[in-house]
């Protein structure tokens, strides 16, 4: 089992700033994939980003520039920095965590980010 605690979101006005972090713990395996996730009202979850354990990262186009994902191996902690953030940006943010190998995928309760026109 693995447990995921996310933290960090809030209210923001447009062009701002945020940084999101999610806790791991249990199970960790040395190699993984974990991830950004978000889902607005309305609308289906959405991948955002996600990072291996070796470090390579992949974007979806509508945050490439403006969010970065990054990970503390030792901490097993994964962050979200999120700048110039829009009103569009606006959704609950899970991170998910899913072992190579492994068809079992785990999510964190998710983050409320609001950002104001």
């Known amino acids: 089992q693995v447990q995921l605690v996310e933290s960090g979101g809030g209210l923001v006005q447009a062009g701002g700033s945020l940084r999101l972090s999610c806790a791991a713990s249990g199970s960790i395996s040395s190699s993984n994939v974990m991830g950004w996730y978000r889902q607005a009202p309305g609308k289906q979850r959405e991948l955002v980003a996600t990072i291996s354990s070796g470090g390579s990262a992949n974007y979806v186009d509508a945050v490439k520039g403006r969010f970065t994902i990054s990970r503390d191996n030792a901490k097993i902690t994964l962050y979200l920095q999120m700048t110039s953030l829009k009103p569009e940006d606006t959704a609950a943010y899970s991170c998910?965590?899913?072992?190579?190998?492994?068809?079992?995928?785990?999510w964190g309760q998710g983050t409320q980010v609001t950002v104001s026109p």
């Open positions: 998910n965590y899913r072992a190579i190998g492994d068809i079992a995928v785990y």
